[in-house]
Structures are given as C-alpha cells and as structure tokens.
Nanobody
Framework: QVRVVESGGGLVQAGGSLRLSCAAS????????MGWFRQAPGKEREFVAG????????YYSDSVKGRFTISRGNAKNTVYLQMNSLKPEDTAVYYC?????????????WGQGTQVTVSS
C-alpha cells in the first residue's frame, strides 16, 4: 500500500500564506488523483481541495475557493496546497489523501496530518 506524508504546516498570522506538501512514500507505476482534507477540533473532517491524476481538473470547497490552490509536482504522486489570505477559521490538521480528487471518492491511503494554526 502506498503511503503519503504531509509537510509544511505551521503558525501564521491572519492574511498570511503557507504551502503544504504531500508526497508518496514509495515509487509506484500509478499516478493517483489526490485530495486535501482538514479537521478542526470538535469538528468533522471536511474536504478542502482535490486534483485529478493528470492535474487537468481541480476541485475546491466553497470556503477556500479563490484563496487556496492545489497543484501537482513533477514527482509522481506529489501534490501541493498553496494557502493564501489565511483566516483563523482555517486552523486545523490538514490531511492528504491518495485515491480521489473529490470527497465522495475512495481513498486508499491517508497521511498523518500537518497542523496549520492561523492567529488573529
């Protein structure tokens, strides 16, 4: 089973930016669609953004549309989440999922998560 590892979280002031990275832990012949989810304390995990295997189509939740950008890296099964104009309500643990670009798909693997904290 291919695992994924996230990185890039941290503490940032409101209005600032962060870039999250997600990479597969081992090489594979398959290029997967991938997505980002987040979970704030006391809340359910929610979909943030997704991208198809070829990077042609991207999907965003309404809460991040226009502020976040998902993209694929040159290495297979690597994705990034560029987060701009961050708000305190973006504070959450961000998870990368392997297997789907949309929230209703099937995810074969999840990362351990990376904490993003936005101070007001």
């Amino acid at each position: 089973q291919v695992r994924v590892v996230e990185s890039g979280g941290g503490l940032v002031q409101a209005g600032g930016s962060l870039r999250l990275s997600c990479a597969a832990s081992e090489r594979t012949s398959t290029t997967y669609p991938m997505g980002w989810f987040r979970q704030a304390p006391g809340k359910e995990r929610e979909f943030v953004a997704g991208i198809t295997w070829n990077g042609i189509s991207t999907y965003y939740s309404d809460s991040v549309k226009g502020r976040f950008t998902i993209s694929r890296g040159n290495a297979k099964n690597t994705v990034y989440l560029q987060m701009n104009s961050l708000k305190p309500e973006d504070t959450a643990v961000y998870y990368c999922g392997l297997g789907s670009a949309t929230p209703d798909g099937s995810f074969a693997s999840w990362g351990q998560g990376t904490q993003v904290t936005v101070s007001s």
